[in-house]
T-cell receptor
């Protein structure tokens, strides 16, 4: 069964350092999402791509977060500099098209110390 | 997205049907009802979605009331592995707005 791949699975970083997460969506899925999930809460959308283009980044803290999907396949989410409040699970999801069901990866658990 | 209301937690005996309710009284005519679940420390897993008609797949059944103001997710024979947080979402797939969900605990 096809899956969304994410790496690393866990990441510990010091505050003010840079950190990056990688996501490989299900093959053929044009739409890719990054979500953030703080412990005890539901996931919140950070950014949505349609192929290589950003279609919604209204909830992305652009002063420190950036996301790219250069060739419209895999994607990278970067935080620079990391802050203590960024500790969370970062989830990637993909869907065949923008309005079809999304499938999630296992996430990257970030701890900022 | 429609605001949804779910019970905070529910228990179910193993082998029995688990019926998880969701209220989405503000859902608009073109918004779907999506259900996801999240087992501890894993990513959310898609279960099922529907617009007006009841839906069934290999995982669950979704019963949507005629006025579309509420729905029920049914796991016909719950197992211990169904213990998870279940999220009901009213909206479109492109903007899933997750609430706090229902913690379902399946008891042996």
């Amino acid at each position: 069964e096809a899956e969304v791949a994410q790496s690393p699975r866990y990441k510990i970083t010091e505050k003010s350092q840079a950190v990056a997460f990688w996501c490989d969506p299900i093959s053929g899925h044009a739409t890719l999402y990054w979500y953030r999930q703080i412990l005890g809460q539901g996931p919140e959308l950070l950014v949505q791509f349609q192929d290589e283009s950003v279609v919604d980044d209204s909830q992305l803290p652009k002063d420190r977060f950036s996301a790219e999907r250069l060739k419209g396949v895999d994607s990278t989410l970067k935080i620079q500099p990391a802050e203590l409040g960024d500790s969370a699970m970062y989830l990637c999801a993909s869907s065949l098209r923008a309005n079809t069901e999304a499938f999630f990866g296992q996430g990257t658990r970030l701890t900022v110390v | 997205d429609a605001k949804t209301t779910q019970p905070t937690s529910m228990d179910c005996a193993e082998g029995r049907a688990a019926n998880l309710p969701c209220n989405h009284s503000t859902i608009s005519g073109n918004e779907y009802v999506y259900w996801y679940r999240q087992i501890h420390s894993q990513g959310p897993q898609y279960i099922i979605h529907g617009l007006k008609n009841n839906e069934t797949n290999e995982m669950a059944s979704l019963i949507i009331t005629e006025d579309r103001k509420s729905s029920t997710l049914i796991l016909p024979h719950a197992t211990l592995r169904d213990t998870a947080v279940y999220y009901c979402i009213g909206g479109s797939a492109r903007q899933l707005t997750f609430g706090s969900g229902t913690q379902l605990t399946v008891l042996p």
